[in-house]
C-alpha cells in the first residue's frame, strides 16, 4: 500500500485535448487499459467527473485532485513510465502529443515534500521538489505543514487545536 501524494492538476488546452489528458488517469471505475499514467488516481468514476466538470471541459481549462502513489515525480516523470513497457506514458510526452500546457502542485506530509510540476505543450518539463517547513505547537508536537496552507488556522494532528506555532529551525 503506498503512501499518498496529494495533488491539484491544472490543464490547458484544446478542450477535446483535455479530456484526453483526463482520461489517462486511473478513476474508481476502471477497467484494464491500454493506456494510463501510473499509480494517478482520482476517487471517483469517470462519468460522475464529467458531470462535475463539463463546463470546464468545454473550455479547455480544468484544475482537479489527483492522488499519486509515492510521488508525482515517480508516478508521471521517471520510474513507472519506464517500467512500464509502454504503457504508462511520461508526462511530458502526453503534452507534447496532446499540446496541454500542464501544472501540478502535491504535498505529502507524511514525509514532508512538496512538488511542483509544470510541463509545457512542447513538453518542456520543469520540477521542483521542496521540503516542508516544521513547525512547533504550544503542546510541544513538531508537524510539518505545506506552504499552501495558513499556519495560524492549521490544527495541531497532537492536541486537535488551533495553537500558536513556532517555525522550527534546522540546526
Known amino acids: 500500500m503506498p503512501n499518498w501524494c496529494i495533488g491539484d492538476v491544472w490543464v490547458k488546452g484544446k478542450p477535446k485535448n483535455v479530456e484526453k489528458f483526463v482520461k489517462l488517469f486511473l478513476f474508481d471505475n476502471s477497467r484494464t487499459k491500454k493506456r494510463y499514467f501510473a499509480r494517478s ?34 508516478c508521471l516523470i521517471d520510474g513507472y513510465p519506464q517500467d512500464s513497457k509502454g504503457k504508462c506514458p511520461e508526462l511530458k510526452n502526453i503534452c507534447k502529443e496532446l499540446k ?26 520543469d520540477y521542483q521538489e521542496m521540503a516542508m517547513k516544521t513547525y512547533k505547537c504550544s503542546c510541544g508536537n513538531e508537524q510539518w505543514i505545506e506552504s499552501s496552507r495558513d499556519v495560524e488556522d492549521t490544527e495541531c494532528y497532537e492536541c ?3 495553537c500558536k506555532w513556532k517555525e522550527v529551525k534546522e540546526k
Do not use: M
Open 100 to 125: 496541454v500546457n500542464v501544472e501540478i502542485k502535491t504535498e505529502k506530509c507524511g514525509l514532508g515534500f512538496e512538488e511542483l510540476v509544470r510541463c509545457s505543450n512542447k513538453g518542456e518539463l
Open 41 to 74: 488516481f482520482i476517487h471517483e468514476s469517470l462519468k460522475d467527473f464529467k458531470e462535475e466538470y463539463k463546463d470546464e471541459l468545454k473550455v479547455g481549462e480544468i484544475c482537479f485532485g489527483v492522488d499519486f502513489a509515492w510521488s508525482c515525480w515517480s
Open 160 to 162: 486537535e487545536k488551533v
